[in-house]
């Protein structure tokens, strides 16, 4: 495809229920984040992968949040027993290295009722 | 880790004025500093960056201007448009280049 894709674009789950977000990266890019935003709030860093490995999941928070990219290309944040306060959008980026353009998704809108 | 600020919050300008939004960070060994835009609903899409070895850029009427020694770099609009309203968000590139800090956003609106 021609940008980073994620699916789903909306997402409604049960408090306590478990859910996959899916990021497709741009062809080619090496490295892919995951970011949460809030409303009126700036994205915030999640997780970072080089490949397909984890390369820096700092930003996860707490071990409900995991996410894989098992073969350097498509990646899955899933959360477990998920709470209210886990409401918001989902981003994903990817990139062709560090420090430069990241590409965002459209995001997963999460709501949790 | 890195701490971005971002001024104002929120910024209105007559159309044809210009638009100044202000960023600070804190990581000195940060080197790479890209602003996005983001419409309503829609996903942060780049519209300038700058490195740490270059101290202004410029790109049609928006122009990017970086003080090492300050730690601040700022995002200027000239002959701002209708179009240039949305949500602008400065980032700051951690040392180790593995993730962008993000600022809290400006909400710029220009008036017709």
């Known amino acids: 495809g021609a940008g980073v894709s994620q699916t789903p674009s909306n997402k409604v789950t049960e408090k306590g229920k478990y859910v996959e977000l899916r990021c497709d990266p741009i062809?080619?890019?090496?490295?892919l984040y995951w970011y949460r935003q809030s409303l009126g709030q700036g994205p915030e860093f999640l997780i970072y992968?080089?490949?397909?490995?984890?390369?820096?999941d700092s930003g996860l928070p707490n071990d409900r949040f995991f996410a894989v990219r098992p073969e350097g290309s498509v990646s899955t944040l899933k959360i477990q027993r998920t709470e209210r306060g886990d409401s918001a959008v989902y981003l994903c980026?990817?990139?062709?290295?560090?420090?430069?353009?990241?590409?965002f998704g459209q995001g997963t809108r999460l709501t949790v009722v | 880790g890195e701490n971005v600020e971002q001024h104002p919050s929120t910024l209105s300008v007559q159309e044809g004025d210009s638009a100044v939004i202000k960023c600070t960070y804190s990581?000195?060994?940060?080197?790479?500093f890209p602003w996005y835009k983001q419409e309503l609903g829609k996903r942060p899409q780049l519209i300038i960056d700058?490195?740490?070895?270059?101290g202004e850029k410029k790109d049609q009427r928006i122009a990017v201007t970086l003080n090492k020694t300050a730690k601040h770099f700022s995002l200027h609009i000239t002959e701002t448009q209708p179009e240039d309203s949305a949500v602008y968000f400065c980032?700051?590139?951690?040392?180790?280049?593995?993730?962008?800090?993000f600022g809290t956003g400006t909400s710029l609106t220009v008036i017709p």
């Open positions: 700058i490195r740490s070895n270059v």
């Open positions: 980026a990817s990139s062709p290295g560090t420090n430069t353009e990241a590409f």
């Open positions: 980032a700051g590139s951690s040392n180790t280049g593995n993730q962008f800090y």
């Open positions: 062809s080619g890019h090496t490295a």
């Open positions: 990581d000195s060994a940060s080197n790479y």
């Open positions: 992968f080089q490949g397909t490995g984890a390369a820096d």
